[in-house]
């Protein structure tokens, strides 16, 4: 989702592709097509489109992939204004 943005080089998105085996499950569970193949193994092609939802990082076998859910998503952040910390999520 190349029109979608939260906040530019905030995302705590990380993969380690040493450890990828190219199941393709990060990429059938992004919502914003962050990841795509390259080489047999999972790429991050759109950092920015992350919006720290965690379901790449949960659903990944090979616990390839790091991210802190709502440290970057400007949804929680405005949440976290409105409701507090407890009960802002960065469900969108
Ligand atoms: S879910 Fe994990 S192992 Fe599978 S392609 Fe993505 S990073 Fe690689
Ligand atoms: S945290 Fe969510 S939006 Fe970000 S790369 Fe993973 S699945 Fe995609």
Redesign the pocket.
């Known amino acids: 989702m190349k029109n979608f943005r939260y906040l530019e080089n905030v995302?705590t998105?990380l993969l380690n592709r040493d450890k990828c085996l190219g199941c393709g499950i990060?990429m059938a569970?992004?919502?914003?097509q962050?990841?795509a193949f390259q080489e047999k193994k999972a790429a991050i092609i759109d950092k920015d489109?992350?919006?720290?939802?965690?379901?790449?990082?949960n659903n990944c076998p090979e616990e390839a992939?790091t991210?802190s859910p709502g440290v970057g998503c400007a949804s929680y952040i405005i949440q976290t204004w409105i409701k507090g910390k407890d009960k802002a999520s960065c469900e969108c």
């Open positions: 995302s998105l990060c569970v992004c919502p914003h962050v990841f489109g992350c919006m720290e939802c965690g379901a790449c990082a992939i991210v």
